[in-house]
């Protein structure tokens, strides 16, 4: 059970996007983005219906367009589907892999938010069991 437990947290910070090295860079704002990289969502399907329109690339998992993006997110479909652990795991997802973006009081680059601490330990909390058994079984296949 602790290995599995140890394994499961690996994962969890690893996959997901606890990225970030303190509790403060949730909250921070980003610039970081190239100008150019804010665009509409278009090809990222679960983040379609979301609400807001525009995504940065590259995203906060490295993915350097829609593409790459919907095909890593995909890998969590049935995490959404079948377990409904949180109504929170959609919007947390998107603001990984679609994160919200725009340009405000005209500025040239745009301002990329990052996922809030809050719903991120909110969705890790209900859904992390699921996760689990999840990823345990794609690093069984993996390794062999």
């Known amino acids: 059970m602790t290995m599995s437990l140890s394994?499961?947290?690996?994962?969890w910070l690893t996959t997901v996007i606890v990225v970030v090295n303190s509790q403060d860079d949730f909250l921070d704002v980003s610039t970081d983005p190239p100008v150019g990289s804010c665009q509409p969502i278009t090809e990222i399907t679960?983040?379609?219906d979301i609400t807001w329109n525009n995504a940065s690339f590259p995203n906060l998992r490295q993915n350097s367009n829609q593409q790459e993006a919907?095909?890593?997110?995909?890998g969590f479909f049935t995490l959404v589907q079948q377990t409904q652990c949180s109504n929170a795991i959609v919007h947390f997802l998107?603001?990984?892999?679609a994160?919200?973006?725009?340009?405000?009081d005209g500025v040239k680059t745009p301002i990329t938010l990052?996922?809030?601490r809050e719903v991120?330990?909110?969705v890790r909390e209900r859904c992390e069991p699921f996760f689990v058994q999840c990823m345990l079984h794609f690093v069984i296949i993996l390794m062999a």
């Open 94 to 97: 998107c603001s990984v892999y």
């Open 114 to 116: 990052k996922p809030c």
């Open 7 to 11: 394994i499961s947290r690996v994962l």
């Open 70 to 74: 919907n095909t890593e997110i995909q």
């Open 46 to 48: 679960m983040c379609l």
């Open 120 to 122: 991120c330990m909110h």
């Open 99 to 104: 994160p919200f973006c725009d340009y405000f």
